[in-house]
């Protein structure tokens, strides 16, 4: 089946510095990726709808300033979380669409985030 | 927009039958999912329903009912590796966008 590859797993970084989170489709092509945050206990929350070769769509209250997303090719889109503060440790997992139509997502690993 | 509701835990004992009841009020439909997810690791699917009834899959089964904005799963002879968080999302009109539930937390005992 359809597998995304999502990596680091798990980052710590100090206040202030930039974490980039890379999202692959390994066999298949993904024009969409989501991304998503999870607080600890909380549910997944869709942060933005990344689009092969044009700009993210960004939910309501997520800085796109902050979370850059680049989905410059058809297998890999990107979330770097810039100037990271303590309040953004969460886990971030992307998804994507298999694009044969089916319905589900398929899931990346996810990305632990601890920042200091 | 979108309104799910879970139970936030729920606890049964291995071997029995635990039924986990979602439900939902949206602007858009198209179908609800049913994913597993451990701590620390990523959502596992499960099970999707579009249309009204039941679906079965081994020990897992889903049930959706649309009129009455409402879906359960069913999981039979529990096993301890099914303690997990379980989420009910739902998907708009022409979408792959999921909206999650906040989860259930199950927890299987001897």
């Known amino acids: 089946g359809a597998v995304v590859s999502q990596h680091p797993s798990w980052v710590i970084c100090k206040s202030g510095t930039s974490v980039k989170i890379e999202c692959r489709s390994l066999?298949?092509?993904?024009?969409?990726m989501f991304w998503y945050r999870q607080f600890p206990k909380q549910s997944l929350m869709l942060m933005a709808t990344s689009n092969e070769g044009s700009k993210a769509t960004y939910e309501q209250g997520v800085e796109k300033d902050k979370f850059l997303i680049n989905h410059a090719s058809l297998t890999l889109s990107t979330l770097t979380v810039t100037s990271a503060h303590p309040e953004d440790s969460s886990f971030y997992i992307c998804s994507a669409p298999p694009g044969t139509g089916e319905e589900k997502l398929f899931f990346g690993s996810g990305t632990q985030l601890s920042v200091l | 927009g979108q309104n799910i509701d879970q139970p936030t835990e729920m606890t049964a004992t291995e071997g029995a039958i635990v039924q986990i009841n979602c439900t939902y009020q949206t602007s858009g439909f198209n179908g609800l999912f049913w994913y597993q997810q451990h701590a620390g690791e990523a959502p596992t699917f499960l099970s999707y329903?579009?249309?009204?009834g039941l679906e079965e899959k081994g020990r897992f089964s889903s049930f959706l009912s649309r009129s009455k904005g409402y879906s359960y799963l069913l999981l039979k002879e529990l096993q301890m590796k099914d303690s997990a968080s379980y989420l009910c999302?739902?998907?708009?009109?022409?979408?792959?966008?999921?909206?999650f539930g906040k989860g259930t937390k199950l927890s299987v005992i001897p």
């Open positions: 066999d298949f092509q993904a024009t969409t």
């Open positions: 999302a739902v998907t708009g009109a022409g979408s792959y966008q999921l909206t």
């Open positions: 329903n579009v249309l009204d």
